[in-house]
């Protein structure tokens, strides 16, 4: 599993992350623009709003998606059980945001689209030219002021003891969008299963974004960039302590079209269903 690790602006950076994202599905980029004094500072803001009563304010809307999902709302595809998470969803254009919290998160979202901008920029310019050909617009152009565009914010709370021994922080399971963006997570944890069905760690350290592909890519690439199967385990009894990450999930328009199966809203609803947020 070659994913690669690239600094951000070097030589031949933009090819070489495509590259990994072909082979891989994943790759961590080094050296962003992003200040790591402002990612600290969010983290930091939502352990307090996970730490308090102000979240069952905020319960998520079923139809809209938005808000506040409790400890084990949401399952991987094909899994009867729960992953052992709690998240907060945010859409910056029409989707709510905890009242007197500060902007720094906002921010952020920003900062993480415009690089996701960029980075959709390079996937358009170094797909080969007959994958190019199945997109029905460039890939950034698809993304670009979606209202879909999700920032997910994540809290996985230490391992119980009454916790199921094969439920998992997130089981196994492949994103829906286009590419995500994550930044490193506060602990280890994030594994991919590679092409002999083997979990390799990804090994980021602090301060690195990881990228991975989704179905959507996929579909409209036609393969080309394959979803990575991927997982956050459990962690081991001497490490038990809280988790937390923040994906950014680029997605395109509801209209675009995906393929001749799917537009990015019939895709979309379809997997909301199968993981049980619809």
Known sequence: MNTLTIDYGSKNFEKLFVKSLHETGFAVINKHPISQNLIEKVYEDWKNFFDSELKHNYLFDYEKQDGYFPFKSENAYHSDKKDLKEFFHI????GRYPKNFNKRTLKLFDEITLLGDILLKSIDSHSPEEIRKNYSEP?????????????????????????????????????????????????????????????????????????????????????????????VI???????????????????RPNVVLSDRYTAQSYLTKRLKEIGLK
């Open 91 to 94: 859409y910056p254009l029409w």
């Open 234 to 252: 459990n962690p081991k009894t001497n490490n038990n302590l809280s988790r937390f990450s923040i994906p950014l999930f680029l997605h395109p």
């Open 139 to 231: 890939l950034y152009k698809m993304s670009k002021s979606s209202d879909q565009n999700l920032m997910r914010i994540i809290h996985y709370p230490p391992i119980r003891e009454t916790d199921h021994p094969d439920e998992l922080r997130a089981a196994e399971h492949t994103d829906i969008n286009l590419i995500t963006l994550l930044i490193s997570g506060s602990q280890p944890g994030l594994q991919v299963k590679n092409k002999d069905k083997e979990w390799v760690n990804i090994k980021s350290k602090k301060g690195q974004i990881v990228i991975n592909t989704g179905d959507m890519l996929r579909e409209c690439s036609n393969n080309y960039f394959p979803s990575t199967i991927h997982r």
